[in-house]
Each structure stands twice: as C-alpha cells, then as structure tokens.
C-alpha cells in the first residue's frame, strides 16, 4: 500500500514538474524575446516621453498634502504583509532547496525548482536590483524631487544621474520582490493538485504583488517606470535562469523522505 502511494506520489510530481517547465525550449525563447521586445519599447517610449512618470505620480500628490495615500494605514498594512509574504517565500525557497542537499523534498517539489526559485531572488532583487541598480543609478526619488516639493532633480530611467548617493529610486526594490515572488507562486502552486485551489492561489498571489508594486508608485517612492522595469529585469533573469535550472531526466528513484 506505502509504495502504490509512493508511486502515485512520484507520478503527480512528475506530472507537476513538467507542468512547471517551460514547454520547449523554443518557447522559452519565445518568452525570452518577448520580454526583450516590452523592455525595448517601455525604454523607448519612456526616453521619448519622460513626463509619463510625473504626470502618474502627480496623481496621487497635492501641494497641502504630498503623497497624501502614504498616510492611510489601510494601505501602509497592506505593503506590510505584501513584504513580509515575499520575505517569507524566499525563506520557504531556501528551506527547500537545503532539504534538496540532503535529498529531502518539501512539498513533493524536486529541488531543482528550489535552486532555481533562489537564484531567481538571489540574482533578481538581490544582485542586479540592490547591488547594482539602486546603489549606482543616482535617481531621484520622486517625492525627493523639486516636482513634488523636493530640492532634487528629475531624471528620465535610463539617465545615470547624481542626484542619490544609495538605495536609489531606478528601480524599485520591493516591485522586484514582489515580480520574484509572482513568479515563485506560479512555480510553486503547479504542484497543487486542485485546478480551482491553483488558480486561487495563484490569483491571491499575484494580486498582492501587482498591489504591493503599485503602491511604492502612490507612495510617491518610485516612479511608474521604477515599477515596469524592475518587473521586467527579474523576469527576464526568470526566464534566463530556465534555461539552466530546469530539471532533467534522471535515474528511477529510490524512496524518498518527504516533509509536507
């Protein structure tokens, strides 16, 4: 009985997993391609039209009050769970990729998806967006800018500018947590066995990021294009990383220990 379990068990893993993997590898070329083409054109039409960031921050912005959304706490609660949720999956990813060293699945995933989910944070929000973006960019923040009652200078995207010394608006931060932990609950809720339950998840999952995103905007912290190209930096190193993370074929299995 144990083992037609195990089986059974191995069987929705493997039917989980190449739910996960991109299908091809031309679709993942595909997917890479379309992402290049979205961050050419969002570079494109925010060189040409800048204003587009200032007239969107400068809806949520008035003279008496500032960014007078940043004072609801409604809202500063839900950017509080939103951080602390993708502070949480990338702790869960860890967890499931050292349990893999010792050949220990969490959650029946094989640990190639967890290696491959913590490089995504690892290289994502961690590397390219706090390490080198937002320490060496030098955009103003929005409402640091004399626009929005600041003493500091505006400048387009993709500008490298002085006008910050670290921890920099171009680009946001916690929009990058968030795209990583959109893309990890994707990953992730392939291997629930409920259709109805996945989509749920799912659905909640990127809710919370597309909202946590979007309020670093109300809150006059980042501008509308911080938001788009931190999404799309993280994943088009998604997409990079799938090229060397999926899982391959390997031998039958010997039963494995598996925390659930």
Known sequence: MTSTLLAQSDRFSDSARRRWQLKSRQTRLRALLWLLLMTAAFQALFASLPAIDLWVS??????EEGFYLAQFDSLKQLRAIGYHTYTAMAILELIGALLALKHIKLLTIPGSVW????????FGPGLLVHSILKAHWGRAR??????????LLFTPPFEIAAQCVANCSFVSG????????????????????SSVLRHILFG????????GAFLRVVFGRHFLSDVIFSALFVSLIAVGLSFFLTHRSAPPRQPRRRLS
């Open 142 to 151: 929005p409402d640091t800018t004399t626009e929005f009652g600041g003493d």
């Open 58 to 63: 400068s809806l949520f912005w008035s003279a």
């Open 174 to 193: 916690e929009a990058a947590g968030a795209t990583a932990f959109a893309i990890s609950a994707y990953v992730v809720t392939r291997f629930v066995r």
């Open 115 to 122: 290696l491959f989910l913590v490089g995504v944070y690892l």
């Open 204 to 211: 909640s999952a990127l809710s919370l990021a597309v909202a």
